[in-house]
């Protein structure tokens, strides 16, 4: 199995702030990683597919890079309904896999 | 937009078995539902996601983690644009929303439904 490793598990931040999220798998996965947003209670929302393309209505803010094993999420300025949990998972090979989170607070 | 509305969650008995559905709707053209891999994937309370298993465009292949292997069946109606997910021998541990999602990367989720497995 592809172990994916986030981090930090979580980090405090600042509106308007820029903020880095790494994930690193276990082994080579191309660039089959996607990345989701999560906030309290609610379902996730897709952010990123293929490491780096963004999803249909998903704020140019956010980006995504990498291919092999590590790949980072950026959030360019943060803004406060970006405070959320974030999450990696990668496509690459079964079983599909998550990271475990990252929490992004004030 | 697409919706996915997630149904049948509940509390059941440790052993008991619970079917959960998903219903697709807001495609456009080019855009339908057996052209996609489905998938479901869950989250225990408090906890990461887990990904249990998807199912081909046309229902010919599955594929589930190994916890649930042997327990839950993944299916799908494409007539019906529908997903479903039988769920047998249910443990303490399946406690978890469990969300349908569009794709192996996760394009679209709906909003999951519970399942509690307690005595």
């Known amino acids: 199995d592809t172990q994916m490793t986030q981090s930090p598990p979580s980090l405090s931040a600042s509106v308007g702030d820029r903020v880095t999220i790494t994930c690193r798998a276990s082994?080579?996965?191309?660039?089959?990683l996607a990345w989701f947003q999560q906030k309290p209670g609610k379902a996730p929302k897709s952010l990123i597919y293929?490491?780096?393309s963004l999803q249909s209505g998903v704020p140019s803010k956010f980006s995504g890079s990498g291919s092999g094993t590590d790949f980072t999420l950026t959030i360019s300025s943060l803004q406060p309904e970006d405070f959320a949990t974030y999450y990696c998972?990668?496509?690459?090979?079964?079983?599909?896999?998550f990271g475990g989170g990252t929490m992004v607070e004030i | 937009d697409v919706q996915l509305v997630e149904s049948g969650g509940g509390l059941v008995q440790p052993g008991g078995s619970l079917r959960l559905s998903c219903a697709a709707s807001?495609?456009?053209?080019?855009?339908?539902?057996?052209?996609?891999?489905m998938s479901w994937v869950r989250q225990a309370p408090g906890k990461g996601l887990e990904w249990v298993a998807n199912?081909?465009?046309?229902?010919?292949?599955?594929f589930y983690v190994d916890s649930v292997k042997g327990r839950f069946i993944i299916s799908r109606d494409n007539a019906k644009n529908s997903l479903y997910l039988q769920m047998n021998s249910l443990r303490v541990e399946d406690t978890a929303a469990y969300y349908c999602?569009?794709?192996?990367?996760?394009?679209?989720w709906g909003q999951g439904t519970l399942v509690a497995v307690s005595s």
């Open positions: 082994q080579g996965i191309s660039n089959y």
């Open positions: 293929g490491a780096s």
């Open positions: 807001g495609f456009t053209f080019g855009f339908t539902f057996s052209s996609h891999y």
């Open positions: 199912i081909n465009q046309d229902g010919s292949e599955e």
């Open positions: 998972q990668q496509y690459n090979s079964y079983p599909l896999t």
């Open positions: 999602v569009i794709d192996v990367s996760g394009r679209n």
